[in-house]
C-alpha cells in the first residue's frame, strides 16, 4: 500500500489574506508564503501591512473594508482569497449601539460579499479559485451578548454555501473554517467586556466562558487555523466545497 503524499504546494497563486497582519490572518499569511504562494496583505493598520509584506515579499493594500461602498467597483486578480478582517463588540441586543451593529455586519458579511464579486471573474476565467472565509464556531452556534458578531457569521456561512454552488462549475472551491476561540488579539480583548458583562473576574472568563463548550480545553491557536486553510487554498482540496470545517475542540460535537 503506497502511503506518500505530496507536499502541499501553493507554487505560482496568488493570495489576498484580509485583516493579514495579525492573529489568524497573519499565520495564513507566513503559512502560504511558506508553501510557494505570493501574498498580498490586506488590513487596516497600513504600517503593519506594510511590515509583514516586507518580511514575506510580499505586497500590502491599506484599507477600510468597513467602507464598502467603496469596494463596489474594481476587480481582483487573485486565485486564493481569505475573508478573515473582523471586530467584535458584546451587548445585550436592547444595549447593542446601531451603528456599532452595521459595521460588523459590513465588516464581516458585505466585504466579503464585494471581494467575492470582484475575485470570482479572474477565477472563473482560468478555472481554478479559492474562497476561504474565516468564520466562527458562532457561524454554526450562537452566544449570548454577541448578536452581531453571530448574524454576520451566519450570514457569512450562506454566502460561502452560494458561492460554492455557484463556482463548483468553474474550479472553484468556496468553504468556511470554524474555530472556537483562538488565542488572537481580538479574543483578548473581549476578556475585559466578557468580564464585565458576565460579572466575574477577567482571570475566570478563558475557562468559565471561552472554553465552557469545548471538550478539548485549550485556545486554539493561530497556526492550527492556517494549517486548514493552507491545505484548503491548495489543489489537494479540490472536492471540498460547501463545508464548515471546525477546529473547535469538540464544541459542536454535542
Not at 472565509?133 to 457561524?139: A, E, F, K, Q
Request: a negative charge; proline letters at 3%.
Amino acid at each position: 500500500m503506497n502511503t506518500t503524499t505530496n507536499a502541499i504546494s501553493l507554487d505560482g497563486r496568488k493570495a489576498l489574506i484580509t485583516g493579514g497582519a495579525s492573529g489568524i490572518g497573519a499565520a495564513c499569511a507566513r503559512a502560504f508564503t511558506q508553501a510557494g504562494a505570493h501574498v498580498t496583505i490586506c488590513n487596516l493598520n497600513e504600517d503593519a501591512a506594510r511590515d509583514l509584506a516586507a518580511e514575506l515579499g510580499g505586497d500590502h493594500w491599506a484599507v477600510d473594508l468597513s467602507d464598502t461602498a467603496a469596494l463596489e467597483d474594481f476587480s481582483l486578480e487573485v486565485d486564493i482569497l481569505v475573508n478573515n478582517a473582523g471586530v467584535q463588540r458584546i451587548s445585550p441586543i436592547h444595549e447593542f449601539d446601531p451603528e456599532n451593529w452595521r459595521l460588523i455586519n459590513r465588516l464581516m458579511l458585505e466585504a466579503p460579499f464585494l471581494l467575492m464579486r470582484a475575485a470570482l471573474p479572474h477565477m472563473y476565467e482560468q478555472g481554478f479559485g479559492r474562497i476561504i472565509n474565516i468564520s466562527s464556531v458562532h457561524g454554526l452556534r450562537a452566544s449570548a451578548f454577541k448578536s452581531a458578531y453571530v448574524a454576520a457569521k451566519h450570514g457569512l456561512e450562506g454566502l460561502s454555501k452560494v458561492a460554492a454552488l455557484e463556482g463548483g462549475p468553474h474550479g472553484v472551491t468556496s468553504n468556511c473554517i470554524n474555530p472556537a476561540y483562538v488565542r488572537t488579539p481580538l479574543v483578548e480583548k473581549q476578556i475585559e467586556d466578557q468580564a464585565n458583562i458576565h460579572g466575574i473576574d477577567p482571570g475566570e472568563v478563558v475557562e468559565k466562558i471561552m472554553l465552557t463548550e469545548s471538550a478539548v480545553k485549550r485556545l486554539v491557536e493561530s497556526d492550527e487555523v492556517a494549517s486548514l486553510a493552507t491545505w484548503l487554498a491548495s489543489d489537494h482540496a479540490g472536492m471540498v466545497t460547501g463545508a464548515a470545517c471546525t477546529i473547535d475542540g469538540g464544541w459542536t460535537a454535542s
